[in-house]
């Protein structure tokens, strides 16, 4: 009778053993990693700021390609291009506001009715909801986020062309600067989120290329059509 009891004895243990394991890989599985780094957290200010630094440079660099293809007075490239930078950040500013304020309108809501639902089982809602709200983006910052950033991208074009006297040069530089910005600004958002910097920098600067290249090509069809500019 004693080696029958000791055998299921011995496979209790075993059973309790086995189930203690599995508890034990289960909890490591779940616990994440301390080094890790959620580049998602990134994604308001970051996507504010390369997204308004890329729509400046692209802008603005396209803008005085289409008045250079048919004007090659500087002065005239160099206000289309202020008055692009001023529109484009303003725009940029307000676009971004609406839309971070309506998200937060949204998320407020949201947390609103999860408080009433629970507000009977949890004394501490009214707590909770206060610290959500402290974690929302500011739209304000946002807004000034991305007008700095869109102004950053199209001072550069501006500032290329200001002192070249050739128009054909000028054109030439116009066209550098903005690659090599869009270059940088493609490796830097990749980095900064985590992709690849090759994949990332060729999507920026073929999209850069083929806006500088459709303004120039459109506009100096119309303007070789017989329009008076």
Not at 19 to 37: G, L, M, R, S, Y
Not at 81 to 91: E, H, I, N
Request: hydrophobic share 50%; net charge neutral; aromatic share 4%.
């Amino acid at each position: 009778m004693a080696a029958p009891q000791t055998r299921q004895l011995s496979s209790l243990d075993k059973v309790e053993m086995s189930i203690h394991v599995n508890d034990t890989e289960k909890n490591q599985v779940q616990e994440p990693a301390d080094n890790e780094f959620d580049y998602s957290q990134r994604g308001q200010w970051l996507r504010a700021a390369v997204l308004g630094a890329n729509d400046g440079l692209v802008s603005i660099a396209s803008l005085m390609m289409g008045v250079g293809s048919v004007k090659e007075d500087v002065k005239a490239m160099i206000v289309a291009g202020f008055a692009g930078l001023v529109a484009g950040a303003c725009s940029m500013a307000i676009g971004e506001f609406v839309s971070v304020y309506t998200q937060r309108d949204v998320e407020i809501a949201q947390m609103k009715r999860e408080k009433q639902k629970r507000e009977s089982e949890n004394v501490h809602g009214n707590e909770e909801v206060g610290d959500q709200k402290e974690q929302l983006p500011n739209p304000g910052l946002a807004a000034a986020a991305s007008a700095l950033a869109f102004s950053v991208g199209a001072v550069l074009p501006l500032l290329a062309a200001a002192f070249i006297r050739d128009h054909k040069v000028r054109m030439a530089v116009v066209v550098a600067v903005a690659t090599i910005a869009l270059m940088v600004f493609g490796a830097v958002g990749s980095l900064l989120g985590g992709t690849p910097v090759v994949k990332s920098s060729a999507r920026v600067l073929v999209g850069g290329w083929m806006a500088m290249a459709i303004t120039f090509g459109l506009t100096k069809l119309i303007g070789s059509g017989g329009m008076q500019i």
